[in-house]
């Protein structure tokens, strides 16, 4: 069995239960979960206030979730962790330590550790201000078909 987004927030929502309304809410905003908006605009803080505090206990249920969803989840579950949720430590030193206290698995803080250091980076801090405000979307071109349409008689030669 592998997790996926539903799963993790539904798990979070076991150490964060006042995040229950804003989980359910987004079910029936869309239809189905969409764990980008959920963790971005509801549980991405309560998770980041948890790592910055001291309590230990927390830090330690909350990484044991993170941990075995990253290791036991679908690549794009992996992400969600890695990516939304842990890259919003924005290579704080002292976070990435408290992680590396708690994560067992190499790969797991190792991708962690890049991640952070890429979206610390110029190019990262680039990409980051590009997914707030993406380019307009442009659909792409129709192609003429080609030569090998025309022979075929598919459609009249190109001038």
Do not use: W
Not at 3 to 31: C, G
Not at 82 to 90: K, P
């Amino acid at each position: 069995m592998s997790y996926d987004a539903n799963t993790l927030a539904n798990r979070i929502t076991t150490v964060y239960p006042e995040l229950k309304d804003a989980y359910k809410e987004n079910f029936q905003r869309y239809d189905e979960f969409l764990g980008e908006d959920f963790f971005v605009n509801h549980a991405n803080a309560y998770i980041m206030e948890t790592l910055r505090s001291n309590d230990k206990q927390k830090i330690k249920k909350l990484m044991r979730i993170l941990s075995d969803t990253y290791e036991n989840g679908t690549n794009d579950v992996q992400d969600l962790v890695v990516v939304t949720i842990l890259g919003e430590i924005d290579n704080d030193q002292e976070l990435l330590q408290k992680c590396r206290e708690q994560i067992t698995d190499d790969d797991f803080y190792d991708t962690l550790v890049a991640v952070n250091k890429y979206l610390a980076s110029s190019a990262g801090k680039k990409a980051k201000e590009l997914m707030k405000n993406p380019p307009a979307y442009k659909p792409p071109k129709k192609k003429n078909g080609g030569m090998m349409n025309s022979l075929m008689g598919m459609q009249p030669p190109q001038q």
